[in-house]
């Protein structure tokens, strides 16, 4: 899936392709075909519950709850919320007292606060680009935090590849990489999709032979040694 990164640098900002990295053996695409054509699947409506038991006692003996009337309609994602039950309850009913908290540990895996969880909206392509900010060598970079995902910069058309080739090699002729914040002060986490974790971004370059290549590394942990309680 190919995302657009509105990126400042400089005086110069533009918008610019954001996706994954391309595979060095392609992935096969297989089909599961039959006589009758290809298989797909689909979520369908069975028409019972689910702590319902179907069997052949069940249905003699018993009066178990069909619901012929939408049994096999295909299920709308749009038509359908979650539900959340109580796995301790004696009956389980669905419950909607509850609030998502967000538990933080610290470096010993110790408790260290719970906050509200937050809701966040993708903020790659805003209004304010996202700005370069603090750099540091890309070694220390790599050692001090843990990289979850890594994506590629792409150029759309001749001026934005003079764009990113430019700061792509005054990354690589500092050996450094540089802080990406988002918002209007440059200075807050990077989203990527709609509900997701907010990344530490960092950019990463290289150039050869006239040609470039822009890394984002994307972080949520940092690296850190345990307090041991001991003074070197």
């Known amino acids: 899936m190919t995302m657009t990164l509105h990126l400042e640098h400089g005086a110069r900002s533009a918008r610019v392709a954001l996706h994954g990295l391309p595979l060095e053996r392609p992935r096969m ?18 028409g019972v519950r689910k702590d319902q ?8 003996e018993g009066d178990p709850e069909l619901d012929l009337a939408n049994a096999g309609a295909e299920i709308d994602a749009d038509s359908i919320t979650p539900a959340w039950y109580d796995p301790a309850a004696e009956e389980p009913v ?9 538990i933080v540990y610290d470096a010993n895996g110790e408790e260290k606060a719970r906050r509200p969880h937050l809701v966040r909206r993708p903020n ?28 590629q910069i ?29 918002g209007p002060k440059g ?16 950019l990463y370059g290289e150039v050869e032979e006239g040609r470039y ?8 942990q940092e690296l850190k040694l345990p307090d041991t309680g001991e003074k070197e």
């Open 29 to 46: 695409k297989t089909v599961n075909t039959t006589p009758v054509g290809a298989v797909n699947t689909w979520r369908i409506i069975t």
């Open 53 to 60: 038991d179907l069997g052949f006692d069940a249905l003699l």
């Open 94 to 102: 669905p419950i909607g007292d509850f609030a998502d908290v967000d």
């Open 124 to 151: 790659l392509n805003e209004l304010h680009p996202v700005k370069l900010g603090k750099r540091m060598p890309a070694i220390n970079a790599l050692t001090a935090f843990a990289f979850k995902q890594t994506l």
């Open 154 to 182: 792409a150029h759309t058309d001749g001026l934005t590849f003079e764009f990113l080739r430019d700061l792509a090699k005054d990354l690589a002729d500092k050996g450094e990489v540089a802080l990406l914040g988002a």
């Open 187 to 202: 200075n807050m986490p990077l989203v990527l999709r709609e509900h997701g974790t907010a990344y530490r971004a960092f």
């Open 213 to 220: 290549k822009l890394l984002l590394l994307l972080s949520d």
